[in-house]
């Protein structure tokens, strides 16, 4: 049941019930590549270009609230490697109550639905949406199409994906992009809560926010992206346009144009 704790908290993080949300928990993932050593100046601009919150691991809270220019903080709450032994084995690394003492708006966790590891993975989402519940702090699901024989970008699999978050207890859902949007709007239509897209590895601005286009024209609700922004050369122009188009509902040229990026890019 959404309290008016949740509904508030849902504002801080996003806009209208739109999002533009920055995950930078990646550190954790990969190391500290691109766009994450000096994360504070990466926080600086996304929120400068109109990002609605960024997201973090508990750990790097501190470096977050000074930077993020009074926007939305969203604490995530699984992890793995890529140097380990199988990254799609997402482990638990907060719970709520720490999320909250990081200064958390949100929390998030990812879930590989098909994975080997979903049945853990379901009983982490089910438990963590039980746990913010009492305190009316909202869930984020990053609910991927992963497993073998799984199509990661395939419509079908990933409206199972945010089915299962709405079924256990989420308030917003991210998941892969099907790759235009009349085939994402099967997705969109597979929930009643307000989908946002993940960004993949980084494309052409042009490629980027045309994909946005898609989503928001399929209904989507957004974007939780993260480094096609954070590892771009110039992080708050690309948050521009991105947010050009979720919250002014601007055309790929247009957005690109607001945001100072070549359009041939």
Same mark, same amino acid.
């Given at each position: ?8 908290? =849902?504002?801080? $993080?996003?806009? #209208? ?8 928990? /990646?550190? $954790? ?9 000096? $994360?504070?100046? %990466? ?12 997201? @973090? ?31 799609? #084995?997402?482990?638990? %690394? ?15 966790? /990812? ?16 438990? =963590? ?10 869930? =984020? ?11 990661? @970008? ?13 079924? =256990? ?16 709007? /099967? ?58 188009? $979720? /919250?002014? #509902? ?16």
């Amino acid at each position: 049941m959404t309290t008016t704790g949740t509904e508030a908290r =849902l504002e801080r $993080i996003g806009t #209208d019930g739109k999002f533009v949300i920055i995950p930078m928990d /990646h550190g $954790i993932t990969m190391g500290a590549v691109k766009g994450l050593k000096d $994360i504070e100046s %990466t926080i600086d601009g996304v929120t400068r270009g109109g990002a609605d919150a960024v997201l @973090t691991q508990k750990g790097v809270a501190p470096r977050v609230h000074e930077n993020k220019n009074g926007k939305g903080y969203i604490v995530h709450v699984n992890g793995s490697t890529t140097i380990g032994p199988d990254e799609n #084995d997402k482990r638990m %690394t907060a719970t709520v109550e720490e999320a909250l003492r990081a200064g958390a708006d949100a929390v998030s966790l /990812h879930i590989n639905v098909g994975s080997t590891y979903e049945p853990k993975q379901i009983e982490d989402l089910a438990e =963590l949406s039980r746990d913010a519940a009492r305190y009316g702090l909202p869930v =984020l699901a990053m609910a991927y199409a992963r497993g073998p024989g799984i199509d990661s @970008t395939d419509a079908e699999s990933l409206g199972h994906a945010v089915r299962l978050a709405e079924e =256990l207890g989420a308030d917003v859902v991210k998941t892969g992009y099907s790759g235009d949007a009349e085939s994402f709007q /099967h997705v969109v239509e597979s929930t009643r809560l307000p989908v946002v897209i993940a960004g993949g590895s980084k494309g052409t601005d042009r490629e980027t926010v045309e994909m946005v286009r898609g989503v928001m024209d399929a209904g989507g609700a957004g974007v939780s992206m993260g480094r096609s922004i954070f590892q771009h050369d110039d992080p708050e122009a690309i948050a521009t346009a991105v947010s050009g188009v $979720i /919250h002014d #509902d601007l055309e790929t040229d247009d957005a690109l144009k607001r945001a100072g990026l070549a359009l041939e890019a």
